[in-house]
Nanobody
Framework: QVQLVESGGGLVQPGGSLRLSCAASGSIFSVYTMSWYRQAPGQQRELVAS???????NYADSVKGRFTISRDNAKNTVYLQMTSLKPEDTAVYYC?????????????WGQGTQVTVSS
């Protein structure tokens, strides 16, 4: 079991920056692939960025060059640095931890944090 708590969301103007944090507890953080997803009103939840236990990162095309995911295994925390924010980045952002055991994925989710990009 993994408990995830996100923080850092808020209201920001277009072109601004925010850093989201996700603190994990309850299990061995370093073995999990950590991801950020987002869900805008009326839209499906989509993958924004992920980082594996080995540090390999992956980004949605819409955020490449603007967002950076990173993890600090000593602090059991994953971050999402968001720059050059656009109104279309407005969504609830969710932290996800996934571990695959014997080909079965185990997913854990945070409660979400709202990001609003508006002037």
């Amino acid at each position: 079991q993994v408990q995830l708590v996100e923080s850092g969301g808020g209201l920001v103007q277009p072109g601004g920056s925010l850093r989201l944090s996700c603190a994990a507890s309850g299990s061995i953080f370093s073995v999990y692939t950590m991801s950020w997803y987002r869900q805008a009103p009326g839209q499906q939840r989509e993958l924004v960025a992920s980082v594996t236990s080995g540090g390999i990162t992956n980004y949605a095309d819409s955020v490449k060059g603007r967002f950076t995911i990173s993890r600090d295994n000593a602090k059991n925390t994953v971050y999402l640095q968001m720059t050059s924010l656009k109104p279309e980045d407005t969504a609830v952002y969710y932290c996800n931890a996934q571990r695959v055991v014997f080909s079965r994925p185990y997913d854990y989710w945070g409660q979400g944090t709202q990001v609003t990009v508006s002037s």
